[in-house]
Protein backbone atom coordinates (compact mmCIF):
# COMPACT_ATOMS: atom_id res chain seq x y z
CA UNK A 1 0.00 0.00 0.00
CA UNK A 2 1.24 3.90 -1.06
CA UNK A 3 0.41 6.45 1.13
CA UNK A 4 1.66 9.90 -0.38
CA UNK A 5 2.66 12.33 2.58
CA UNK A 6 2.84 16.37 1.78
CA UNK A 7 5.27 17.67 3.63
CA UNK A 8 6.35 14.16 4.86
CA UNK A 9 10.15 16.36 5.40
CA UNK A 10 9.35 18.75 8.38
CA UNK A 11 8.79 18.16 11.85
CA UNK A 12 5.56 16.02 12.11
CA UNK A 13 6.00 14.71 8.55
CA UNK A 14 9.53 12.53 9.63
CA UNK A 15 7.21 11.42 12.49
CA UNK A 16 4.16 10.05 10.38
CA UNK A 17 6.59 8.37 8.14
CA UNK A 18 8.56 6.79 10.33
CA UNK A 19 5.10 5.41 11.87
CA UNK A 20 3.81 4.31 8.44
CA UNK A 21 6.74 2.52 7.29
CA UNK A 22 6.76 1.03 10.59
CA UNK A 23 3.53 -0.63 9.85
CA UNK A 24 4.80 -1.65 6.53
CA UNK A 25 3.76 0.82 4.08
CA UNK A 26 4.94 2.76 0.82
CA UNK A 27 5.57 6.56 1.35
CA UNK A 28 6.07 8.79 -1.24
CA UNK A 29 7.42 12.11 0.49
CA UNK A 30 6.11 15.00 -1.46
CA UNK A 31 8.17 18.45 -1.04
CA UNK A 32 9.01 21.46 -2.56
CA UNK A 33 12.54 20.66 -1.93
CA UNK A 34 13.02 16.73 -2.06
CA UNK A 35 16.18 17.52 0.20
CA UNK A 36 14.53 18.36 3.10
CA UNK A 37 13.28 14.95 3.39
CA UNK A 38 16.50 13.06 2.66
CA UNK A 39 16.36 12.29 6.58
CA UNK A 40 13.68 9.92 5.83
CA UNK A 41 15.56 7.75 3.52
CA UNK A 42 16.95 5.64 5.88
CA UNK A 43 14.07 5.18 8.16
CA UNK A 44 12.87 2.23 5.97
CA UNK A 45 13.86 -0.73 3.51
CA UNK A 46 15.60 -0.22 0.76
CA UNK A 47 12.94 1.02 -1.83
CA UNK A 48 10.40 1.41 0.87
CA UNK A 49 10.53 5.60 0.58
CA UNK A 50 10.07 8.07 -2.84
CA UNK A 51 11.28 11.17 -2.68
CA UNK A 52 9.10 13.70 -5.24
CA UNK A 53 8.71 17.26 -5.43
CA UNK A 54 5.53 18.99 -5.69
CA UNK A 55 4.29 21.99 -4.57
CA UNK A 56 0.65 22.45 -3.35
CA UNK A 57 -0.20 25.48 -5.18
CA UNK A 58 0.76 23.97 -8.32
CA UNK A 59 -2.24 21.52 -9.31
CA UNK A 60 -0.04 19.36 -11.85
CA UNK A 61 2.97 18.99 -9.39
CA UNK A 62 0.41 17.18 -6.65
CA UNK A 63 -1.57 15.51 -9.57
CA UNK A 64 1.37 13.82 -10.35
CA UNK A 65 2.58 13.02 -6.22
CA UNK A 66 -0.38 11.26 -5.81
CA UNK A 67 -0.66 8.97 -8.93
CA UNK A 68 -1.22 5.17 -8.46
CA UNK A 69 -1.37 6.49 -4.06
CA UNK A 70 -3.63 4.42 -1.80
CA UNK A 71 -4.02 7.12 0.60
CA UNK A 72 -2.77 10.26 1.21
CA UNK A 73 -1.70 12.98 4.09
CA UNK A 74 -1.49 16.72 4.02
CA UNK A 75 0.51 18.19 6.56
CA UNK A 76 1.32 21.55 4.55
CA UNK A 77 0.68 25.01 6.66
CA UNK A 78 2.26 28.27 7.04
CA UNK A 79 2.35 30.06 10.09
CA UNK A 80 3.12 33.47 7.56
CA UNK A 81 3.29 34.51 4.13
CA UNK A 82 0.92 33.11 1.22
CA UNK A 83 -1.66 31.27 3.51
CA UNK A 84 -3.87 31.34 1.58
CA UNK A 85 -2.25 29.35 -1.33
CA UNK A 86 -1.10 26.75 0.73
CA UNK A 87 -3.42 26.40 4.05
CA UNK A 88 -6.46 26.88 2.03
CA UNK A 89 -6.17 26.50 -1.67
CA UNK A 90 -3.34 23.80 -1.45
CA UNK A 91 -5.63 21.74 0.61
CA UNK A 92 -8.08 22.07 -2.03
CA UNK A 93 -6.03 20.77 -4.82
CA UNK A 94 -4.40 17.72 -2.42
CA UNK A 95 -8.21 16.74 -2.32
CA UNK A 96 -9.03 16.94 -5.33
CA UNK A 97 -6.33 15.36 -6.54
CA UNK A 98 -6.41 12.40 -4.00
CA UNK A 99 -10.16 11.80 -5.58
CA UNK A 100 -9.37 12.16 -8.56
CA UNK A 101 -6.27 9.70 -8.52
CA UNK A 102 -8.86 6.88 -6.40
CA UNK A 103 -7.22 7.09 -3.28
CA UNK A 104 -9.27 5.30 -0.54
CA UNK A 105 -8.19 7.59 2.16
CA UNK A 106 -7.59 10.86 2.86
CA UNK A 107 -5.81 12.87 6.14
CA UNK A 108 -5.88 16.33 6.45
CA UNK A 109 -3.79 18.04 9.21
CA UNK A 110 -5.69 21.28 10.49
CA UNK A 111 -5.14 22.82 13.44
CA UNK A 112 -7.37 23.50 17.19
CA UNK A 113 -8.84 26.98 16.42
CA UNK A 114 -9.50 26.50 12.71
CA UNK A 115 -12.44 28.68 12.03
CA UNK A 116 -13.34 29.75 8.81
CA UNK A 117 -14.72 33.15 10.55
CA UNK A 118 -11.67 33.54 12.93
CA UNK A 119 -9.87 37.15 13.25
CA UNK A 120 -6.69 35.43 12.42
CA UNK A 121 -5.38 35.13 8.74
CA UNK A 122 -4.31 31.70 9.66
CA UNK A 123 -6.64 30.43 11.50
CA UNK A 124 -9.51 31.73 9.02
CA UNK A 125 -7.28 30.20 6.05
CA UNK A 126 -7.15 26.24 8.07
CA UNK A 127 -10.96 26.83 8.48
CA UNK A 128 -11.02 27.30 4.58
CA UNK A 129 -9.27 24.65 4.03
CA UNK A 130 -11.32 22.05 5.80
CA UNK A 131 -14.44 23.58 4.19
CA UNK A 132 -12.24 22.77 0.70
CA UNK A 133 -10.97 19.27 1.73
CA UNK A 134 -14.81 18.12 2.74
CA UNK A 135 -16.06 19.27 -0.27
CA UNK A 136 -13.67 17.58 -2.50
CA UNK A 137 -13.03 14.33 -0.60
CA UNK A 138 -16.16 14.23 2.37
CA UNK A 139 -14.67 10.92 3.55
CA UNK A 140 -11.74 12.62 4.49
CA UNK A 141 -10.51 12.71 7.81
CA UNK A 142 -9.54 15.96 9.40
CA UNK A 143 -6.88 16.03 12.49
CA UNK A 144 -6.69 19.29 14.58
CA UNK A 145 -3.06 19.26 17.12
CA UNK A 146 -2.64 21.88 19.64
CA UNK A 147 0.41 23.21 19.73
CA UNK A 148 3.38 20.40 19.46
CA UNK A 149 6.00 19.30 21.51
CA UNK A 150 9.21 17.22 20.72
CA UNK A 151 13.00 16.84 20.00
CA UNK A 152 13.14 18.95 17.08
CA UNK A 153 10.45 21.70 17.88
CA UNK A 154 10.00 25.23 17.48
CA UNK A 155 7.96 25.70 20.42
CA UNK A 156 9.80 24.33 24.03
CA UNK A 157 13.24 25.00 22.16
CA UNK A 158 12.50 28.36 20.74
CA UNK A 159 11.20 29.38 24.90
CA UNK A 160 14.11 27.46 26.75
CA UNK A 161 16.73 29.20 24.48
CA UNK A 162 15.05 32.93 25.16
CA UNK A 163 14.79 31.91 28.65
CA UNK A 164 18.27 30.95 28.96
CA UNK A 165 20.30 34.20 27.13
CA UNK A 166 17.01 36.86 28.24
CA UNK A 167 17.64 38.27 31.76
CA UNK A 168 14.34 39.66 31.32
CA UNK A 169 11.98 37.67 29.51
CA UNK A 170 8.84 39.45 28.21
CA UNK A 171 5.22 36.99 28.54
CA UNK A 172 2.73 37.95 25.65
CA UNK A 173 -0.68 36.23 26.53
CA UNK A 174 0.37 34.97 29.70
CA UNK A 175 -3.30 33.52 30.46
CA UNK A 176 -3.57 32.05 26.97
CA UNK A 177 -4.28 28.34 27.59
CA UNK A 178 -2.48 25.62 25.82
CA UNK A 179 -3.02 21.48 25.51
CA UNK A 180 0.89 20.85 23.93
CA UNK A 181 1.09 17.41 22.64
CA UNK A 182 3.56 15.23 21.90
CA UNK A 183 4.35 14.66 18.34
CA UNK A 184 4.82 10.64 18.35
CA UNK A 185 1.03 10.51 19.49
CA UNK A 186 -0.07 12.56 16.59
CA UNK A 187 2.01 10.75 14.17
CA UNK A 188 0.81 7.63 15.97
CA UNK A 189 -2.72 9.03 15.32
CA UNK A 190 -2.16 10.00 12.08
CA UNK A 191 -1.17 6.15 11.31
CA UNK A 192 -4.22 4.46 12.88
CA UNK A 193 -6.16 6.98 10.50
CA UNK A 194 -4.36 5.80 7.36
CA UNK A 195 -3.96 1.77 8.51
CA UNK A 196 -7.43 1.60 9.58
CA UNK A 197 -9.55 4.18 6.88
CA UNK A 198 -13.10 2.52 7.19
CA UNK A 199 -13.17 3.09 10.89
CA UNK A 200 -12.11 6.98 10.74
CA UNK A 201 -13.21 8.05 7.59
CA UNK A 202 -15.52 11.44 7.60
CA UNK A 203 -14.43 12.42 11.01
CA UNK A 204 -12.82 15.08 12.74
CA UNK A 205 -9.97 14.37 15.58
CA UNK A 206 -8.67 17.27 18.12
CA UNK A 207 -5.31 16.12 19.60
CA UNK A 208 -4.55 17.70 22.75
CA UNK A 209 -2.14 16.41 25.82
CA UNK A 210 -3.11 15.38 29.24
CA UNK A 211 -2.15 18.87 30.78
CA UNK A 212 -3.59 22.45 29.73
CA UNK A 213 -1.05 25.21 30.79
CA UNK A 214 -1.27 28.83 29.99
CA UNK A 215 1.67 30.29 28.28
CA UNK A 216 3.11 31.61 31.81
CA UNK A 217 2.94 28.54 33.14
CA UNK A 218 4.65 26.98 30.27
CA UNK A 219 7.77 29.43 30.27
CA UNK A 220 8.01 29.19 34.36
CA UNK A 221 8.22 25.28 33.99
CA UNK A 222 10.78 25.32 31.54
CA UNK A 223 12.70 27.77 33.09
CA UNK A 224 12.12 25.95 36.14
CA UNK A 225 13.85 22.40 34.07
CA UNK A 226 16.83 24.36 32.26
CA UNK A 227 18.20 26.05 35.60
CA UNK A 228 17.56 29.49 34.95
CA UNK A 229 15.28 32.03 36.63
CA UNK A 230 14.90 35.04 34.71
CA UNK A 231 12.63 38.37 35.77
CA UNK A 232 9.36 37.78 34.19
CA UNK A 233 7.91 40.59 32.64
CA UNK A 234 3.78 40.07 31.65
CA UNK A 235 2.46 42.49 28.82
CA UNK A 236 -0.43 44.21 28.82
CA UNK A 237 -2.23 43.01 25.95
CA UNK A 238 -2.70 46.73 24.33
CA UNK A 239 0.97 47.01 24.44
CA UNK A 240 1.69 43.43 23.48
CA UNK A 241 -0.39 44.40 20.32
CA UNK A 242 1.26 47.55 19.39
CA UNK A 243 4.19 45.44 19.53
CA UNK A 244 2.72 43.09 17.12
CA UNK A 245 2.14 46.12 14.72
CA UNK A 246 5.14 47.88 14.93
CA UNK A 247 7.86 44.78 14.80
CA UNK A 248 5.75 41.97 13.61
CA UNK A 249 6.89 42.32 9.85
CA UNK A 250 10.55 43.06 10.97
CA UNK A 251 12.67 39.24 10.12
CA UNK A 252 12.93 37.31 13.40
CA UNK A 253 10.36 39.34 15.16
CA UNK A 254 9.26 38.12 18.00
CA UNK A 255 5.65 38.04 17.54
CA UNK A 256 3.97 38.79 14.34
CA UNK A 257 0.47 40.90 14.33
CA UNK A 258 -1.30 37.57 12.91
CA UNK A 259 -0.09 35.44 15.91
CA UNK A 260 -1.07 38.19 18.28
CA UNK A 261 -4.55 37.36 16.87
CA UNK A 262 -4.67 33.82 17.45
CA UNK A 263 -3.43 34.68 20.94
CA UNK A 264 -6.85 35.57 21.95
CA UNK A 265 -7.88 32.56 22.08
CA UNK A 266 -7.12 29.12 24.33
CA UNK A 267 -5.36 26.24 22.14
CA UNK A 268 -7.10 23.38 24.22
CA UNK A 269 -9.68 20.82 22.97
CA UNK A 270 -13.25 21.30 22.72
CA UNK A 271 -15.28 19.49 25.37
CA UNK A 272 -16.93 16.95 23.01
CA UNK A 273 -14.40 16.52 20.13
CA UNK A 274 -13.09 13.16 19.53
CA UNK A 275 -9.49 12.90 21.14
CA UNK A 276 -6.54 10.53 21.16
CA UNK A 277 -8.11 8.34 23.32
CA UNK A 278 -10.68 7.67 20.54
CA UNK A 279 -7.43 6.59 18.57
CA UNK A 280 -6.67 4.17 21.19
CA UNK A 281 -3.65 6.30 22.25
CA UNK A 282 -2.24 7.43 25.63
CA UNK A 283 -1.27 10.90 25.63
CA UNK A 284 2.38 11.68 26.49
CA UNK A 285 2.76 14.19 29.07
CA UNK A 286 5.68 16.89 28.57
CA UNK A 287 7.57 16.07 31.46
CA UNK A 288 7.60 12.59 31.09
CA UNK A 289 10.39 13.29 27.80
CA UNK A 290 11.01 17.21 27.94
CA UNK A 291 14.22 16.27 29.78
CA UNK A 292 15.43 14.42 26.42
CA UNK A 293 16.23 17.92 24.63
CA UNK A 294 16.11 20.17 27.05
CA UNK A 295 18.82 19.09 29.09
CA UNK A 296 21.20 21.46 26.14
CA UNK A 297 19.73 24.40 27.91
CA UNK A 298 21.03 24.09 31.04
CA UNK A 299 24.19 25.46 32.19
CA UNK A 300 25.94 22.24 32.95
CA UNK A 301 24.08 20.29 30.66
CA UNK A 302 23.31 16.88 32.53
CA UNK A 303 25.52 17.74 35.59
CA UNK A 304 23.77 20.72 36.44
CA UNK A 305 22.19 19.58 39.34
CA UNK A 306 26.08 18.17 40.46
CA UNK A 307 27.54 21.24 39.79
CA UNK A 308 25.21 23.06 41.99
CA UNK A 309 26.39 21.14 45.25
Same mark, same amino acid.
Given at each position: ?????????????????????????????????????????????????? %???????????????? !??????????????????????????????? !?????????????????????????????????????????????????? %??????????????????????????????????????? !?????????????????????????????????????????????????????????????????? !?????????????????????????????????????????????????????????
Amino acid at each position: MLVTIFGGGGFLGRYVAQELLGKGFRVRVAERDPSRALRVKPLGNLGQTQ %LVHADVREPASVARAV !AGADAVVNLVAVLKGDMDGINHKGAAHVAQA !AASAGAKALVHISAIGSDPASQSAYGRSKGQGEQAVRAAFPQATLIRPSI %LFGREDQFTNRFANLIRMAPVLPVIAGETKFQPVYVVDV !ARAIAIAVADAGAHMGKTYELGGPQVLSMAQINSWLAAQIGHDPLTLALPGCMSEWLARLTGWLPG !APITLDQWRMLQADNVVAPKAKGLADLGIAPTPLVAVADQWLVQYRKHGRFTARAKV
